[in-house]
């Protein structure tokens, strides 16, 4: 419903790469070594609003205390990426976000103003894209994360020939890589998963392919990566991509 909309940034290619994930089915593992931004920390350090938090206040967006945290998330990690959206953008931030009591208009009015706010300073998720990136990058290393209790185990491998070790010697492990549907799995059907073996921090498995003939997506693209991709073959694939879950589902999910 997006009421848990979080935005976590990932490295990619030595900058932060922001996105907007449903954080009620993300597994802890999937945000190692990630910038999580809860709607609390979208405030700037002297405690001022984000531009998208004083903009849903002046438009009076800001309806159903529920699900306002997750529009406001939703709308403020597109504007970290992309400096001014249009209508059509701006809808698919928020066609992840079902609240039936809501009046959508001044929600919309909010993140037009929001979107065409000049100030990008004004962000703290901008200004200190730098720093985050450098921080992130000290966390990296090449080490398998293991959690473990009891009799429950997930491993994590950083590498393609280690992820290969590990499902020999766990062949019963449940394997994830987006975990839209695992998520559910255990939020909705309390399913014990374990062991679990998974691919998310697995740069290795996040390239797109282009061989002429035949696009090759790896097991962690995500369908907003991979739409872009479909989207250059044919304009109805990105159409058909663009109605598949809300954008925070393409974000989190797998191909």
Known sequence: CGACTVIVGRLEGGKVRYEAINA??????A??????VTVEHLKAADGGLHPVQRAMAE???SQCRFY????VTSLAAPRINEPEADDRRIEDALAGNLCRCTGYQPILEAARAASQDANRADDPLIAGAADVARRLAALRDRETLAVEREDRRLLAPADVNELAKLVIAEPKATIVAGGTDVGLWVTKELRDIAPV?????LDQLRTIEDYGDA???GAMVSLADARKALAALHPHLDEMMRRFGGEQIRNAGAI
Do not use: E, K, N, W
């Open 24 to 29: 009620c089915i993300r597994f802890l593992a």
């Open 31 to 36: 945000v190692d070594g990630c910038h999580v």
């Open 59 to 61: 438009h009076h967006g």
């Open 68 to 71: 306002t945290p997750g529009v």
């Open 197 to 201: 073996i998974s691919l998310s921090r």
């Open 215 to 217: 696009l090759v997506f």
